[in-house]
């Protein structure tokens, strides 16, 4: 039942992925500068556009410098002020961006987009009630509306609700035009994470199958199939979607993940050369807002063996922002230097909410498993093992289960076998 539904899913997938792919699929033309403030917005936005679809950095600075001298020629603009908030985010300038939407959503109550860019940052700062709050308005305002199902699917997932994500992404897929390519990629590959989290892998293969006809070497769903790979324990699929990326994308985070790929393919002299570029380039970067520090926090609490290095870069990204993904680094590197109640504290709001993204629960149930609370991590380290039993990590926290059914005379979670 479960694979007829994969088969039935992933060709209404493809057909309307080909149906997009065949219609629209192109360059998105950039706006030739003048000197004038709605010409600037313009060109901002489609730089922005061409950031999503390309992951290129070189595109948020480029929209940077077009929004400036939007705002200088007319300050007060409301659009402008806006793009402004989505470049800030795009650049994970996070505190700022809310600041300046707060703003503007008192101005402007009653607007579709200042509200989604409101939850974004919220979000983004790990302030979930606020974002819910948001969330909540925007959908009374316009049920309907695409930007509100899509952050009230990310709300539905960060409380551990695969199926009420699912759903909400689920209503916005129709109403995304065939004009636009990239926003109906995006929620396919939204679609694979959520269909993966809740334990259905073959549905999550044929949402990426789709991202990628609507849109070939879209880096948002490389970036997803890379993950997918991972956790799966498919290194050479992983090795070769970690290249795809870095060919399509080349950033010092992807380079980071393909000598990771590369290592765990079993090529520790060409993974060596990679980390080496790769530290070189994050290193250059460090200070700058289009950073890789999360992936060198990574680099240095694992291939660098330095724990201090790693906590002192991701202590630097957790003062910006807190969404899962800086918080789970920087407790992991916290965790490396045996802080546990620190790190513990840090992925206590994440657990509080219901989140179980396969990495924290692998995380978490390490850090909870080096203190006193064995119950604790036994659930969490079980939760890890039942949504990706095959990661490389997965022989690891089978041998600490057993560990910690011995210590409290329990049996490990393989060990309840239902009887025939």
Not at 162 to 173: P, S
Not at 270 to 277: N, V
Request: net charge negative.
């Amino acid at each position: 039942m479960k694979q007829a539904l994969a088969r039935l899913l992933y060709m209404s997938f493809l057909v309307l992925a080909l149906r997009v792919h065949g219609a629209t699929l192109g360059e998105a033309p950039l706006v030739a500068p003048r000197a004038d403030a709605s010409t600037q917005i313009a060109l901002a936005s489609t730089l922005l556009h061409r950031y999503r679809e390309t992951a290129r950095e070189e595109f948020v600075t480029q929209a940077q410098a077009a929004i400036t001298a939007a705002l200088a020629l007319a300050p007060e603009d409301y659009i402008a002020q806006r793009t402004a908030v989505a470049v800030m985010l795009a650049r994970h300038d996070d505190a700022a961006a809310l600041e300046r939407i707060t703003a503007l959503n008192l101005r402007f109550p009653d607007d579709v987009d200042t509200y989604a860019l409101l939850i974004d940052a919220e979000l983004a700062l790990g302030r979930h009630a606020q974002a819910e709050l948001y969330t909540q308005r925007l959908l009374d305002l316009r049920p309907d509306n695409l930007p509100g199902l899509t952050r009230a699917a990310r709300l539905r997932e960060l409380y551990g609700d695969w199926q009420g994500a699912i759903d909400f992404i689920n209503a916005t897929i129709n109403r995304v035009t065939t004009a636009e390519v990239e926003e109906r990629a995006w929620l396919y590959v939204q679609l694979a994470r959520l269909h993966f989290g809740a334990g259905r892998p073959e549905i999550a293969h044929a949402a990426l199958d789709a991202a990628l006809t609507v849109m070939p070497d879209y880096p948002v769903a490389l970036e997803e199939g890379l993950r997918i790979d991972r956790l799966s324990g498919a290194t050479a699929a992983a090795l070769k979607t970690a290249q795809q990326l870095y060919r399509v994308a080349p950033s010092a985070t992807h380079l980071f993940w393909l000598a990771r790929a590369t290592a765990q393919a079993g090529d520790p002299t060409g993974a060596r050369k990679l980390f080496d570029e790769f530290l070189g380039a994050a290193s250059a970067i460090t200070g700058r807002d289009e950073n890789a520090n999360l992936a060198l926090s990574a680099y240095y609490l694992d291939e660098g063996r330095d724990p201090t290095k790693a906590l002192a870069v991701a202590k630097v990204e957790r003062a910006r922002r807190a969404d899962p993904r800086t918080v789970l680094m920087y407790a992991a590197a916290l965790h490396g230097l045996g802080r546990d109640a620190d790190a513990r504290g840090e992925l206590d709001t994440l657990l509080a909410l219901g989140y179980r993204d396969a990495d924290l629960l692998f995380t978490a149930g390490e850090i909870f498993a080096a203190g006193s609370d064995r119950l604790r991590a036994r659930e969490l380290l079980s939760a890890a093992l039942a949504s990706a039993p095959h990661d490389p990590r997965a022989a690891t926290v089978e041998l600490r289960l057993r560990g910690l059914a011995a210590d409290n005379g329990m049996s490990t979670p393989s060990e309840h076998k239902p009887t025939s």
